[in-house]
């Protein structure tokens, strides 16, 4: 099952962003202690303040993966970094656990292992194309069909004479039986820029599997406990549920379906169903959260009728 792993959780200094809208997420706010934040920096350690840059990143992603205290990270990065670290802190809730929040979900998104596929070097500024150097027998059969990839741009730049991490984003898209996914994840400073030149150049209108997810999300509010939920809609041309199903594959969701299934059906809003779709108005959604506050909708994938996978989760 092709699910938005990477957005049911998400870091304040791994800024998680949208690559293409096959899902939407919502993140909390998460930022580590400033006074740790600013002493670890200043305190630095051998990793750190390796001189060849090829070293530092080496260091920096073997530090994700062995350090014990998000301390450890800190003076990895830059002071605008750090800084911003501070300035989210306030929102983060009194009663999280932050290094055990972050370092796992650094350790789950980002892999362990990678291969440099380009480098682009000046004095000041290092430049890197990179790929995980392993994948999953699943995940490598489907690259070998052209129907996943994962790509890292890394790039780390000089700051009071040390190598500091500037950018560490990830790009990823996978293709199955489910639909496809696009998704980015990870520090990029320059993402509103980006974004900004994006919408300015992009006139195309907002497709109609956009408005459908938007239509749920904006209201949306986040739950106690971490929530998978599967819906199964049928829709008719004026956008309007005809039908609707409501099930998890994870234990324990009975709460979790009841309030995705109130929420989706009390939508009055839901915009018409186009005419490409008229034929296929058959939808399933996947809605997923954290008791941290992070959100996420994958999907819709349209069909014919319900795929064979939920037609047996309706049986039962």
């Not at 932050?98 to 430049?127: C, Y």
Request: contains cysteine; proline residues 5%; glycine residues 4%.
């Amino acid at each position: 099952m092709l699910k938005a792993k990477a957005s049911k959780y998400a870091l304040s200094i791994i800024a998680l962003s949208l690559i293409v809208p096959a899902v939407q997420v919502a993140t909390p706010g998460i930022a580590s202690a400033a006074e740790p934040a600013k002493k670890a920096a200043a305190k630095g350690d051998a990793g750190a303040l390796a001189k060849n840059p090829d070293t530092f990143v080496r260091n920096y992603y073997d530090a994700i993966h062995k350090a014990k205290k998000l301390d450890e990270l800190l003076p990895y990065y830059r002071k605008e970094q750090l800084e911003e670290m501070d300035k989210m802190n306030k929102e983060v809730p009194p009663d999280m656990d932050m290094d055990k929040f972050m370092l796992e979900m650094m350790r789950a998104e980002q892999p362990k292992e990678f291969k440099v596929i380009s480098k682009n070097a000046t004095a000041d500024r290092v430049e890197y194309q990179v790929e995980p150097a392993k994948l999953s027998p699943e995940k490598q059969a489907l690259k070998a069909k052209g129907n996943y990839s994962m790509t890292g741009d890394i790039i780390v730049v000089k700051e009071d004479g040390n190598w500091k991490v500037y950018k560490d984003y990830w790009k990823s898209f996978t293709k199955d039986e489910n639909g496809s996914c696009k998704s980015g994840f990870g520090i990029d400073p320059d993402k509103k820029k980006r974004e900004a030149v994006e919408a300015a150049e992009d006139k195309t209108p907002e497709t109609y599997d956009s408005r459908l997810r938007t239509a749920f999300f904006k209201d949306w509010k986040g739950f106690d406990k971490d929530g998978d939920v599967y819906v199964a809609m049928k829709l008719k041309d004026d956008g309007s549920i005809e039908d609707s199903h409501f099930f998890s594959k994870e234990k324990d969701q009975d709460d979790a379906i009841a309030s995705v299934k109130e929420m989706v059906t009390s939508k009055k809003d839901l915009p018409e169903l186009p005419a490409e779709y008229k034929n296929k108005s058959y939808v399933w959604m996947n809605f997923s959260w954290s008791d941290k506050g992070a959100r996420a909708i994958s999907g819709p994938y349209f069909d014919t009728e319900y795929p064979g996978w939920i037609k047996e989760f309706l049986k039962d």
